[in-house]
């Protein structure tokens, strides 16, 4: 079965301080991997594509980084404004769930001015 | 220009009525989605159209029932909910199904008295 798992469920982290969110996979083969942000109340809002082992993107303080088994959200000097639930989703590559996103639980990040 | 837009906002209905909600993209995607999300949950998917053809209903009740007009447009036709289908439902869509990303709408939050 496919499963997207996220870590930690909650982060609180000062302004300025950097962290990582983590984001581990188990499908039967990955077309792609996704990080959205949600604002309570309100539609997520589309980050990040990965596709295969070893890349990267980024956009202003945050870097997505994807591997076999992981994928990790670097949020480089947050500011409270970053405060927001981030998901990760997966597509598998075959199966009855290859056209669809396959969710973590996501990670609430509060960042304390 | 990735903007989903969904209306109303807000809803709040009886167990006997019957509304409708809307959602509308102009960026040419092919690919629509309903999804559902409870509070603290991530999105669960509900109905995926494919060329304005139903491709995937997730075993959704039939008091829910999609309806794609057009590539454009997207309505969930809502009748005899139940309390428990309370929640945030958002529309999405993507150039295709399968890889691409998901561009998602704001959201309309359901409340059934």
């Known amino acids: 079965e496919d499963q997207v798992t996220q870590s930690p469920e909650a982060l609180r982290l000062q302004e300025g301080e950097s962290s990582s969110l983590n984001c581990s996979y188990t499908v039967s083969g990955l077309r792609g991997l996704f990080w959205y942000r949600q604002d309570p109340g309100k539609g997520p809002e589309f980050l990040f594509t990965?596709?295969?082992a070893g890349e990267e993107k980024e956009k202003e303080r945050l870097k997505a980084t994807l591997t076999k088994k992981e994928s990790f959200l670097h949020i480089t000097a947050p500011k409270p404004e970053d405060s927001a639930t981030y998901l990760c989703a997966a597509t598998p590559y075959s199966g009855a769930g290859s056209y669809q996103l396959t969710f973590g639980k996501g990670t609430k990040l509060s960042v304390i001015p | 220009d990735t903007e989903v837009t969904q209306t109303p906002k807000h809803l709040v209905m009886g167990m006997t009525n019957k509304k409708s909600l809307k959602c509308e993209q102009h960026?040419?995607?092919?690919?629509m989605y309903w999804y559902k999300q409870k509070a603290k949950k991530p999105p669960e998917l509900m109905f995926v159209y494919s060329y304005e053809k139903l491709s995937i209903n997730e075993s959704v009740p039939s008091r829910f029932s999609p309806e794609c007009p057009n590539s454009s447009l997207l309505n969930l036709h809502l009748h005899a909910l139940q309390p428990e289908d309370s929640a945030l439902y958002l529309c999405a869509s993507s150039e295709g199904q399968g890889t691409y990303e998901q561009y998602f709408g704001p959201g309309t939050r359901l409340t059934v008295t």
């Open positions: 960026m040419g995607h092919r690919a």
């Open positions: 990965l596709y295969s």
